[in-house]
């Protein structure tokens, strides 16, 4: 029989995830942005959203502190670290950029799921102040998503002409 677990415990777990979730992110679309050449469009738009997860994070503090807690520096070195390593792991490989835009469209329906699940959370542990913050977070990766899903086609379309082309295509 496993121990019963305090809602309100499991939502904080369930917020250091998601900030750990958002480093991870950060690092990995970071390492994607410095690699892409033949797709300016493609560089802005993860920027933004390198810019949109640094401000979900910091909105991911600002809760964990109203619930007098903080993230755990652990969890964010290994995610990071994690991160890192997906990056890289693409990056010696003939289709880097299809691996890499398939990967962000499935992460950002993960991010999504996290979200809409702290959210419920929330409101089982009983948490008014954060939902406005969480959906905001979650708005902006329904944004990304949307952004992600509209783009792959054409991303498949321009990869392939520029390989047969034997242009260089990252």
């Known amino acids: 029989m496993s121990v019963p677990q ?10 250091v995830n998601a900030r ?3 480093t991870q992110a950060i690092q990995l679309l ?15 738009r993860l920027q ?7 401000q979900q994070r910091d909105r991911l503090d600002e809760i964990l502190s109203n619930l007098g807690t903080s993230a755990s520096g652990l969890k964010d070195l290994v995610t990071g670290f994690m991160g890192n ?9 003939q289709d880097e950029l299809l691996k890499n ?14 979200y809409k699940g702290l959210l419920v959370m929330a409101e089982v542990a009983g ?19 949307q952004w992600a899903e509209e783009t792959l086609e054409p991303t498949v ?3 392939v002409m520029l390989k047969a082309e034997g242009a260089k295509a990252i």
């Open 157 to 159: 379309r321009r990869y």
């Open 101 to 114: 835009t398939f990967a962000n469209y499935a992460f950002e329906h993960f991010e999504i799921a996290s």
């Open 48 to 54: 933004q959203h390198i810019t949109e997860s640094e």
């Open 6 to 15: 305090n809602p309100r415990d499991l939502y904080i777990d369930g917020l």
């Open 20 to 22: 750990a979730l958002e």
């Open 85 to 93: 390593m997906a990056a890289l792991a693409h990056a010696p490989m």
């Open 30 to 44: 970071s390492r994607q942005v410095e690699r892409l050449e033949n797709f300016p469009e493609m560089a802005r």
């Open 127 to 145: 948490d008014n102040r954060a939902p406005s913050a969480l959906r905001q977070s979650l708005q902006e990766e329904i944004s990304m998503a």
